[in-house]
């Protein structure tokens, strides 16, 4: 019987020995006497467990502290019986409470998720603010007309446009948050990819959805879709990948539901403000659970593997996706002037 708490490793059959004098604080403990036999020494705490066994069964017995720790003293009749209880107990509960499986991510740390938020931060000191009406906000904010009809790349460069500084401020701060948990997950250059292709879906299911809705051309810009696009991948991923559970059982309907739920407590409490495409916001979190399961079905039957070539080739796909949108955005003069 293995003894979790002070790793002695000796069973109750084995752990009874003779009784030590003089502790401390006051306890004293009990001399040798004919007919008594000590089970320990254990901790405290195991050995309050012990008694209540003992006295499950009505067997007579006293906790008594020595200096190699607390002990069990039953009578020598009571011993044998005692001693297969508690053993007994022991097996039944060795690896009880169950450890919890904790997720093992599959990639390092990396400060690529904020860098690239910060660049947001950045290109917002070149468009400026909604306010100034510049090229930029003019030819690159979603439009649902015009995203469902000849510019569909609106839906992708309206992720790079911010109404002020407050605006991208927050976006910067949240997305890097969020984006530098999925890439623990997915890598640098997946995450980056996952997040831009849930933010692009989810403004185009947007205007879907307004299109469907009003005859009102919908306009909106900011990384939001995106930030919401990386809470729904990191919960689909949650639910794919964390397969594992302990001691093999198989998760509850409540487990399997928590990740969802919890993203959606999330766009309640951070997408909700008055001033805020909601709608945006709802699609880009529907948007990253689509592709977090997409990108789960893959992983999921992969080992975990850096491959730093192939988290490159996903990161330029990235910025080659932004830099294209943006080239069909813009007039060709300002794009190539030569």
Same mark, same amino acid.
């Given at each position: 019987?293995?003894?979790?708490?002070?790793?002695?490793?000796?069973?109750?059959?084995?752990?009874?020995?003779?009784?030590?004098?003089?502790?401390?604080?006051?306890?004293?403990?009990?001399?040798?006497?004919?007919?008594?036999?000590?089970?320990?020494?254990?901790?405290?705490?195991?050995?309050?467990?012990?008694?209540?066994?003992?006295?499950?069964?009505?067997?007579?017995?006293?906790?008594?502290?020595?200096?190699?720790?607390?002990?069990?003293?039953?009578?020598?009749?009571?011993?044998?019986?005692?001693?297969?209880?508690?053993?007994?107990?022991?097996?039944?509960?060795?690896?009880?409470?169950?450890?919890?499986?904790?997720?093992?991510?599959?990639?390092?740390?990396?400060?690529?998720?904020?860098?690239?938020?910060?660049?947001?931060?950045?290109? /917002?000191?070149?468009?400026?603010?909604?306010?100034?009406?510049?090229?930029?906000?003019?030819?690159?904010?979603?439009?649902?007309?015009?995203?469902?009809?000849?510019?569909?790349?609106?839906?992708?460069?309206?992720?790079?446009?911010?109404?002020?500084?407050?605006?991208?401020?927050?976006?910067?701060?949240?997305?890097?948050?969020?984006?530098?948990?999925?890439?623990?997950?997915?890598?640098?250059?997946?995450?980056?990819?996952?997040?831009?292709?849930?933010?692009?879906?989810?403004?185009?299911?947007?205007?879907?959805?307004?299109?469907?809705?009003?005859?009102?051309?919908?306009?909106?810009?900011?990384?939001?879709?995106?930030? /919401?696009?990386?809470?729904?991948?990191?919960?689909?991923?949650?639910?794919?990948?964390?397969?594992?559970?302990?001691?093999?059982?198989?998760?509850?309907?409540?487990?399997?539901?928590?990740?969802?739920?919890?993203?959606?407590?999330?766009?309640?409490?951070?997408?909700?403000?008055?001033?805020?495409?909601?709608?945006?916001?709802?699609?880009?979190?529907?948007?990253?659970?689509?592709?977090?399961?997409?990108?789960?079905?893959?992983?999921?039957?992969?080992?975990?593997?850096?491959?730093?070539?192939?988290?490159?080739?996903?990161?330029?796909?990235?910025?080659?996706?932004?830099?294209?949108?943006?080239?069909?955005?813009?007039?060709?003069?300002?794009?190539?002037?030569?």
């Amino acid at each position: 019987m293995n003894d979790n708490d002070d790793h002695s490793g000796a069973s109750a059959a084995q752990a009874h020995g003779q009784f030590l004098p003089s502790p401390p604080d006051g306890l004293a403990p009990v001399d040798p006497l004919p007919g008594l036999t000590a089970i320990g020494p254990v901790t405290e705490r195991k050995a309050r467990d012990w008694s209540l066994v003992l006295q499950s069964m009505s067997l007579w017995h006293m906790m008594r502290w020595t200096f190699r720790g607390w002990v069990l003293v039953v009578r020598d009749e009571d011993y044998d019986l005692a001693s297969s209880s508690i053993d007994r107990y022991e097996a039944e509960n060795r690896d009880w409470p169950p450890q919890k499986v904790r997720e093992r991510p599959r990639h390092a740390p990396s400060i690529i998720a904020p860098l690239l938020f910060v660049a947001l931060a950045l290109f /917002f000191l070149v468009t400026g603010p909604v306010a100034q009406n510049s090229l930029w906000f003019q030819r690159g904010r979603a439009e649902s007309d015009l995203i469902l009809g000849a510019e569909p790349w609106r839906a992708l460069t309206a992720l790079t446009l911010h109404a002020d500084s407050s605006h991208v401020i927050g976006n910067v701060i949240s997305g890097s948050i969020f984006a530098s948990a999925v890439q623990r997950r997915l890598g640098p250059g997946g995450a980056a990819l996952a997040i831009l292709a849930a933010g692009t879906l989810g403004n185009v299911a947007n205007a879907v959805a307004y299109h469907a809705l009003s005859s009102d051309v919908h306009r909106s810009i900011g990384a939001s879709t995106a930030v /919401f696009g990386a809470i729904g991948l990191l919960a689909a991923t949650q639910l794919a990948l964390d397969r594992h559970h302990a001691a093999g059982q198989k998760r509850t309907l409540q487990e399997i539901a928590a990740p969802i739920v919890g993203g959606l407590a999330l766009l309640g409490a951070l997408g909700a403000n008055p001033q805020s495409d909601l709608g945006a916001h709802f699609f880009g979190f529907v948007a990253g659970v689509v592709v977090g399961l997409g990108a789960a079905l893959v992983l999921r039957n992969t080992r975990p593997s850096p491959r730093p070539w192939l988290q490159v080739a996903l990161l330029g796909t990235t910025a080659a996706l932004v830099l294209g949108a943006w080239r069909l955005a813009l007039p060709y003069r300002l794009v190539w002037p030569f």
